[in-house]
């Protein structure tokens, strides 16, 4: 089945700093979703970006699908940014659905 | 608007025991979901609902675990007997039309296994 890797695992930024967050698929796929769960285990959907670039204050993401990987961009980092970034894709139309998710991206932003 | 609500938001039982999980969509969404997830992992689909009809319950480990959404709407889910390896945090997400639009999660509920 499809493969998603995120990279890096792990990431400790003082605040204001910016960062590049990136998710790899192994295949195509129908649509990506980027959520972000902060310490308290909430999980906040970021950006639904099968393909282009979209932005969202000091977030944007870019997905380019005929590569297969998209990025997610924090810019002037604030200790509320710091969770676990979860990659989702969408495998293509003849599977089941199902989200498939890769293993996150740890944050950590000092003060 | 109002978002996923769940409850409840902790739960510690012991191993044999049961529990159960409440999940309230946000209004008009048709889909909703069930993940579980373990700590340091990510969330692992259990059962995806289509308005009451189940899509995928692939993931469902049938003999102990059961869910039903009445009318639509509201679900329920449920874990008997319990085992240890099932705590986890149990997420509840719904989304507004078929399979996987833009996901939206509740608070989860902790489940703790003694």
């Known amino acids: 089945g499809i493969q998603v890797e995120q990279s890096p695992p792990d990431l400790i930024l003082q605040e204001g700093a910016n960062s590049t967050l990136r998710c790899n698929f192994s295949d195509s796929v129908n649509n990506l979703q980027w959520f972000h769960q902060n310490p308290w285990g909430q999980l906040i959907n970021l950006f639904y970006?099968?393909?282009?670039?979209k932005q969202n204050g000091r977030l944007s993401a870019t997905t380019v699908a005929t590569e297969r990987y998209s990025l997610l961009y924090i810019s002037s980092s604030q200790t509320t940014d710091s969770g676990v970034y979860f990659c989702?894709?969408?495998?293509?139309?003849?599977?089941?659905?199902?989200?498939?998710w890769g293993a996150g991206t740890k944050l950590i932003i000092k003060p | 608007e109002a978002g996923v609500a769940q409850s409840p938001r902790y739960k510690i039982i012991e191993k044999r025991q049961s529990v159960a999980f409440w999940c309230n969509p946000i209004?008009?969404?048709?889909?909703l979901y069930w993940y579980q997830q373990i700590l340091g992992q990510g969330p692992k689909l259990l059962i995806q609902?289509?308005?009451?009809?189940?899509?995928?319950d692939s993931q469902l480990p049938k003999d102990r675990f059961s869910a039903e959404r009445l009318k639509g709407v509201d679900s329920t889910l449920k874990i008997q007997p319990a085992k240890l390896e099932d705590s986890a945090v149990y997420l509840c997400?719904?989304?507004?039309?078929?399979?996987?639009?833009?996901?939206?999660f509740g608070s989860g509920t902790q489940l703790s296994v003694l």
């Open positions: 970006i099968p393909s282009g670039t």
């Open positions: 997400a719904s989304s507004q039309r078929t399979t996987n639009e833009k996901l939206f």
């Open positions: 989702a894709v969408e495998p293509p139309a003849y599977s089941n659905y199902q989200l498939i």
């Open positions: 609902f289509q308005n009451n009809g189940v899509v995928d």
């Open positions: 209004s008009g969404h048709a889909t």
